[in-house]
């Protein structure tokens, strides 16, 4: 079983910045891809980025220059630092992790962008 949670979001102006971390526990193996998602009131949940195993990465057109997503396997742990943060970017932020069959996914952090 694996456990994911997410930490870091909160409220913050537009132009500022905000660090999310995704905390992993259980049986994780550093192969296994992982992303970050975000659903916005109203919307349908998205990707925002990914990460393979051997640190790929993968993001969204609407994001691409201000966020990079990074992974450490020895702490089990990602990260999405987000900078030049926009009110669009308001909405709850979920860590994903794969690991075929099963897709597992922590219960979200909310980042709130005020104009």
């Known amino acids: 079983q694996v456990q994911l949670v997410e930490s870091g979001g909160g409220l913050v102006q537009a132009g500022g910045s905000l660090r999310l971390s995704c905390a992993a526990s259980?049986?994780?193996?550093?192969?296994?891809?992982m992303g970050w998602y975000r659903q916005a009131p109203g919307k349908q949940r998205e990707v925002v980025a990914s990460?393979?195993?051997?640190?790929?990465?993968d993001y969204a057109d609407s994001v691409k220059g201000r966020f990079t997503i990074s992974r450490d396997n020895t702490k089990n742990a990602m990260y999405l630092q987000m900078n030049s943060l926009k009110p669009e970017d308001t909405a709850v932020y979920h860590c994903?992790?794969?690991?075929?069959?099963?897709?597992?996914w922590g219960k979200g952090t909310l980042v709130i962008v005020s104009s």
């Open positions: 259980g049986t994780i193996f550093s192969i296994n891809p």
């Open positions: 990460i393979s195993g051997g640190g790929r990465t």
């Open positions: 994903n992790l794969r690991a075929p069959p099963m897709d597992y």
